[in-house]
């Protein structure tokens, strides 16, 4: 079966700060991962996504980045975050699974919350 | 382009009462169609999908949803909610075909169970 990791679970962070959020994905080959935010009382904001090692598509612009270094590990960076930035930032994954058809839907991390102060 | 909207931010509803959460879509492409939960400080759980086939999905929980095409529409519904289903549920629609199938996500709908 398929599982989804993400660190860490919370994190305090002053403004000006770097940031580094990872992801990894077990039981699956090629997944497409996604980085999403949802800010306090609000939906899900897709950040970055990616079909494939070193592919990164953008959605939004802002001070954030995202890495694709492993084929099962996704990383969301920043170098300066803003206060703008909090909020809780969800990691999901979606493609085959091993030995089972093509799945459409995207399955999710248990998130991070990251509180910038 | 693709986008999902539920009508309700919040509905509260008595223990043991029926429920219906609604989700209206807009899509110049066939869509897939999901519904999600979320209960407090964790990730997003898939309750039921639409790929095709039969228009009445039925899902953990209880849960279940119609896909009517002619009023782009995807409720979901439960004949008897339980406290443990006070949460926020989304819905989101995908256009496939596309590789990426991203997922447009509503705005959430926060169900609360009153005892």
């Known amino acids: 079966s398929q599982t989804i990791h993400q660190w860490p679970a919370t994190l305090v962070q002053p403004v000006g700060s770097p940031l580094s959020l990872e992801c990894t994905v077990e039981g699956t080959s090629n997944p497409n991962l996604y980085w999403y935010r949802q800010a306090a009382g609000r939906g899900l904001q897709l950040l970055f996504y990616?079909?494939?090692?070193?592919?990164i598509s953008s959605e939004v612009p802002q001070n954030l980045s995202a890495s694709r270094p492993q084929d099962r590990q996704f990383i969301l960076s920043s170098k300066k975050l803003l206060l703008s930035d909090s909020g809780f930032y969800l990691c999901?994954?979606?493609?085959?699974?091993?030995?089972?058809?093509?799945?459409?839907?995207?399955?999710f991390g248990p998130g991070t919350r990251l509180t910038v102060t | 382009a693709q986008s999902v909207t539920q009508l309700d931010s919040q509905v509260p509803v008595f223990e043991e009462a029926p429920v219906e959460l609604r989700c209206n879509y807009s899509s110049s492409v066939s869509v897939y169609l999901f519904w999600y939960v979320q209960y407090p400080n964790q990730g997003l759980q898939l309750l039921l999908k639409y790929l095709s086939g039969s228009t009445l999905v039925k899902g953990i929980n209880g849960f279940e949803a119609e896909f009517n095409k002619s009023q782009t529409s995807f409720h979901l519904r439960k004949p008897s909610v339980h406290i443990s289903d006070t949460a926020e549920y989304f819905c989101?629609?995908?256009?496939?075909?596309?590789?990426?199938?991203?997922?447009?996500f509503g705005t959430g709908t926060r169900l609360t169970i009153i005892p």
């Open positions: 990616s079909v494939g090692i070193g592919q």
């Open positions: 999901a994954w979606s493609g085959p699974g091993q030995g089972a058809a093509y799945s459409y839907e995207q399955y």
């Open positions: 989101a629609v995908s256009e496939y075909g596309f590789g990426n199938e991203k997922l447009t």
